[in-house]
């Protein structure tokens, strides 16, 4: 019998559409994923799809952010919230897309 399929590494990272921004970067299953498939909670899947509908509302305006401190904001709260995916993906590497750091989180110092 063969395993179901289980990524190595996931990153967080918006999608401009309404998915998970969860993504697999392994290049059979490359793509948004519901990280619920893989052992992650249905609170934390939630708040990653309310984190990522902010993103989407101000596609309307070009992605203009009132002000550089409502960009730092939502940026730590998916930082946030890919330290929790860690935590709850513990065999899975996340990494974090939206602050220039592109190691995965478990070579980072958390938040």
């Known amino acids: 019998m063969e395993e ?9 990272m918006a999608e401009w559409v309404e998915q998970d921004p969860v993504w697999d970067g392994d290049i059979d299953h490359m ?9 992650a909670s249905d609170v934390l899947v939630e708040q990653l799809r309310r984190w990522n509908k ?12 009132l002000d550089a401190e409502q960009v730092r904001a939502w940026q730590d709260e998916g930082l ?14 996340i990494s974090y897309v939206h602050d220039g750091d592109d190691r995965p989180l478990r070579q980072r110092r958390g938040p």
Do not use: H, M
């Not at 179901?4 to 967080?12: E, G, I, N």
């Not at 793509?31 to 052992?39: A, L, N, Q, Y």
């Not at 946030?80 to 860690?86: N, T, V």
């Open 4 to 12: 179901p399929y289980r990524p190595v590494a996931l990153r967080v």
């Open 31 to 39: 793509g948004p994923v519901d990280p619920t498939e893989f052992g």
């Open 54 to 65: 902010r993103s989407n509302a101000l596609e309307e305006t070009g992605y203009d952010w």
């Open 80 to 93: 946030g919230l890919a330290y929790q995916l860690q935590n709850e993906l513990p065999d899975i590497e």
